[in-house]
């Protein structure tokens, strides 16, 4: 097992395409080629994180926030940052980010939120643009089917909660093969006819090459025509927030304190509750001011977030109850999620929790 093994396996959950242009993710320090000794799952990559995972023998930190996160001008022992990278570099210890990229997927920092409530029905709240492309493909009639499960498997023709989802059209292709051409139908200096299917099928961006690929790897021509073509759709499972359903509707004041009791909240900042019940619930991991007016034309009565301005607990317009629950309280769970995909995918190897509470906020009661 290499960190580049563990490294390329996150990458296919939570592709680095999906960050944020203002991010940092991916590997922080350390060598793809190293042999991996264990990997500890962290929120924060902190010098006391990397020194837990020296002690455990574990050479890999995957940390949901990167603690590069802009330009460094110096690394000190005298600041956190520092004291995190010279332990990692002076021990060989590989420190892996997986940020807004994990914030982007509808299964990621979200969707571990969602599962403490039983969301139902769960959606996106601002769709991430630009993420979709469409392969138009000209094939013999014969190898279509080969081809199209080709492409099935390799990702592409999923919308929403459909799979192998595409368009056949019939038509008759011609082309002329030139003196070095090796044809797989038809003869050279002669023009051919052939009848063959347009096939469309629909693919999110990150996987381009791995739908070409299997495009061409299943192909019978020598040249294959096709239209490789950039969508303005939004991609319905990307993007920044979610929003479901509660299994049965609630009062407001329990409904706080349900969020308290699942988060394991000591407090929590929130706007005045509503007299209405609450049944459909928007919420973000971290700073999600921005998506305020988004949780209100998406119907939520409530959302959960973190980071909220003094004025911007106004934005709701007496329509929502917003819920402060804290940066580290909302992404918590970040950490069991990572462990638990890890775990799945490299079943005897040693995937590890932290044990070092990283939360630098503590309260006063």
């Known amino acids: 097992m290499t960190i580049r093994e563990i490294v390329s396996f996150l990458e296919t959950i939570a592709p680095p395409s999906l960050q944020e242009g203002y991010d940092n993710a991916g590997l922080l320090t350390g060598n793809g080629d190293w042999p991996c000794t264990g990997v500890v799952c962290a929120l924060d990559a902190t010098a006391e994180v990397i020194e837990e995972a020296i002690q455990k023998g574990a050479n890999c930190v995957v940390a949901h926030h990167p603690i590069i996160f802009g330009g460094i001008k110096q690394i000190s022992a005298h600041q956190y940052v520092g004291r995190a990278l010279i332990a990692a570099i ?26 403490l409530l039983a969301l139902e ?11 979709l492309m ?97 969508l303005a759709n939004d991609h319905p499972a990307l993007g920044s927030g979610l929003v479901g359903d509660l299994p049965a509707k609630m009062d407001a004041k329990d409904f706080l304190a349900l969020v308290k009791t699942r988060f394991s909240l000591p407090v929590i900042r929130h706007t005045p509750l509503l007299a209405d019940p609450i049944s459909r619930v928007a919420l973000c991991g971290g700073a999600g001011s921005f998506l305020i007016s988004k949780a209100l034309n998406a119907g939520a009565q409530a959302f959960i977030t973190a980071d909220l301005k003094y004025h911007e607990f106004f934005d709701c317009q007496g329509r929502m109850l917003i819920a402060d629950i804290g940066h580290y309280e909302s992404e918590q769970f970040t950490i069991d999620l990572l462990q638990q995909v890890l775990q799945q995918k490299f079943r005897n190897f040693a995937v590890l929790k932290t044990g070092v509470r990283t939360n630098p906020i503590t309260y006063y009661f």
């Open 134 to 230: 469409k392969l138009f493909c000209f094939v013999p009639h014969p190898h279509l089917e080969k081809l199209r499960s080709a492409l099935f498997a390799a990702g592409a023709g999923q919308l929403g909660q459909y799979s192998e989802c595409c368009f056949v059209t019939e038509g008759t292709g011609s082309f002329k093969p030139g003196e070095s051409a090796k044809p797989f139908v038809g003869e050279i200096g002669k023009r051919h006819e052939e009848k063959e299917s347009r096939l469309e099928v629909i693919f999110p961006t990150h996987l381009k090459s791995a739908v070409l690929k299997a495009m061409y790897e299943n192909h019978p021509y020598e040249e294959v025509a096709f239209d490789l073509v950039a």
């Open 121 to 131: 029905n769960r959606q996106v709240l601002l769709p991430k643009a630009s993420q």
């Open 90 to 115: 002076k021990h060989d210890i590989a420190i892996y980010a997986i940020h807004t990229n994990l914030d982007n997927i509808l299964s990621g920092v979200n969707g571990k939120m969602a599962d």
